[in-house]
Structure formats: C-alpha cells, structure tokens
C-alpha cells in the first residue's frame, strides 16, 4: 500500500482529467519523517491564514524540527519561523 506524501491536489485533478498514469517517487519514510513533509508542504501554500502557517510552524517545531531545518526546508527567514512559530515572541 502506498500513501501520497505530497500532491493530493494534483492526484485528485489528475483522476477528474481522466489520467490512469503519473509520474512519482516511491521513497520509504518513517511515520515522523511524513509528518514533517506534509507539514513543511502544506505552509508553504498560498492560500493559507496567517493563523494557519503559524499552527503549521508551531507544529513543526513540536517536532522538534530546528529552525535551521525548516528555513531550509521552507525558504522562511528564521525571524518568520521564530515570530509565527513562538507564540510568546513580541514583534
């Protein structure tokens, strides 16, 4: 059984298109390591609240994911990471 990490969106318009076939990876990831992709993909959507990004941060944090490794991952600046993530930081 496999379980779609990243493109759900895509998979799902791809279905409606009537496509049988997509391009993938199959990579073997641990239950955290999926967790922290999905996570680390779904902040960086465009449509999201700023409530919404800072549950993201905040829960990729919880994860223990650095700040480093998630402003690497995301293209956020660690004041961005920090502000949204901390919700004790004063701005």
Do not use: W
Request: proline share 3%.
């Amino acid at each position: 059984m496999y379980t779609v990490i990243i493109g759900h969106r895509i998979l799902d318009a791809s279905k409606l298109a009537g496509l049988v076939e997509l391009p993938c990876m199959v990579v073997g990831m641990d239950e955290k390591t999926q967790l922290m992709t999905m996570l680390v993909e779904n902040i960086q959507r465009q449509d999201l609240t700023p409530l919404e990004q800072a549950k993201g941060l905040q829960q990729c944090l919880g994860l223990r994911m650095s700040d480093e490794e998630i402003r690497v991952k995301t293209g956020f600046s660690k004041r961005k990471i920090r502000e949204k993530g901390n919700p004790e930081v004063k701005k």
